[in-house]
């Protein structure tokens, strides 16, 4: 599984982006997205996710309401919404994919990463 991220960009404080991400594979098996993050300091963590399992989506408590995972099938493609956008979510941002049943909301779960993409937010 390859993956192929794009979209960040620099934004003013309440603006909108959407990150794309390719998601290429040899098999049309299942597998699990998500969108993960990290600031200059900080550890990564979990933006929001998506279970093929359950077709359910999970978000962090500060991006909740703002932003939105989504996924095109035919495409192969995950998508983030990102709506109301503040300073302290420029970072760069990682697409992530696992097959297997692991939790959805762990770092550690995903074995599968694409290359970061840059997100600043400018107050």
């Known amino acids: 599984v390859q993956l192929q991220a794009s979209g960040g960009g620099l934004v003013q404080a309440g603006g909108s982006l959407r990150l794309s991400c390719v998601v290429s594979r040899r098999t049309g098996s299942a597998y699990d997205a998500a969108w993960f993050r990290q600031a200059p300091g900080k550890e990564r963590e979990l933006v929001a996710a998506?279970?093929?399992?359950?077709?359910?989506?999970v978000y962090s408590g500060s991006v909740r309401g703002r932003f939105t995972i989504s996924r095109n099938m035919a495409k192969d493609t995950v998508y983030l919404q990102m709506n109301s956008l503040k300073p302290e979510d420029t970072a760069v941002y990682y697409c992530?994919?696992?097959?297997?049943?692991?939790?959805?909301?762990?770092?550690?779960?995903?074995?599968?990463w694409g290359q970061g993409t840059q997100v600043t937010v400018s107050s």
């Open positions: 992530a994919a696992k097959t297997d049943a692991s939790n959805i909301d762990k770092t550690s779960s995903y074995a599968y």
């Open positions: 998506f279970a093929w399992r359950g077709d359910r989506a």
